[in-house]
T-cell receptor, first 112, second 112 residues
Framework: DQQVKQNSPSLSVQEGRISILNCDYT??????FLWYKKYPAEGPTFLIS?????DKNEDGRFTVFLNKSAKHLSLHIVPSQPGDSAVYFC???????????FGTGTRLKVLA | NAGVTQTPKFRVLKTGQSMTLLCAQD?????MYWYRQDPGMGLRLIHY???????AKGEVPDGYNVSRLKKQNFLLGLESAAPSQTSVYFC???????????FGDGTRLSIL
């Protein structure tokens, strides 16, 4: 049973436009969410996080939105750049645990 | 600034052989994690540790053992390798549960 789902395996966006990556979850006990970016042959690198007490967090070109009623998380990248081309994973941690549960990833391709 | 270092980067084993993957972090982090990444499956937690001398099972622990004798090191052992353990293995560390995890660059393991 996949508790964290990224239903779009891939996404292509034109350079300069907005990229929106989505993540759905089933467990209402998740209290912390993160997005990671992964390039080939490298480990995932942390991008941005959000606590369940917030609904938005911004860091430069990256914004994460949390809709708790819909159990939905999204990452917005504006403007998108070719260097943003990578696989993006969302992850969620249930309250009271030490374990993140990862989604299956979305491959973003930003076209120049 | 090394961060999280995984050794080795690549390895090919025969079924039934044993080996140990080493993870070392220089950030004085308390928490350490071992994941495996398989196509279409995202990152799945094998074992984790919340401090020196402690270990706990993750989502897919069968066939693996771990040890955390020193705070900076987290070892993952395969006692009798099986083809189903062919994967890319990632180690990660974090200071506490709500802090982002820092990942190594992975160990690509093939079992024939």
């Amino acid at each position: 049973d996949q508790q964290v789902k990224q239903n779009s395996p891939s996404l292509s966006v034109q350079e300069g436009r907005i990229s929106i990556l989505n993540c759905d979850y089933t467990n209402s006990m998740f209290d912390y969410f993160l997005w990671y970016k992964k390039y080939p042959a490298e480990g995932p690198t942390f991008l941005i996080s959000i606590s369940s007490i917030k609904d938005k967090n911004e860091d430069g070109r990256f914004t994460v939105f949390l809709n708790k009623s819909a159990k939905h998380l999204s990452l917005h990248i504006v403007p998108s750049q070719p260097g943003d081309s990578a696989v993006y994973f969302c992850a969620a941690m249930p309250s009271g645990t030490y374990k993140y549960i990862f989604g299956t990833g979305t491959r973003l391709k930003v076209l120049a | 600034n090394a961060g999280v270092t995984q050794t080795p980067k690549f390895r090919v084993l025969k079924t039934g052989q044993s080996m140990t993957l080493l993870c070392a972090q220089d950030m004085n982090h308390e928490y350490m994690y071992w994941y495996r990444q398989d196509p279409g499956m995202g990152l799945r937690l094998i074992h984790y540790s919340v401090g020196e001398g402690t270990t706990a099972k993750g989502e897919v622990p069968d066939g693996y053992n771990v040890s955390r004798l020193k705070k900076q090191n987290f070892l993952l052992g395969l006692e009798s390798a099986a083809p189903s353990q062919t994967s890319v293995y990632f180690c990660a560390s974090s200071q506490d549960r709500s802090q982002p995890q820092h990942f190594g660059d992975g160990t690509r393991l093939s079992i024939l």
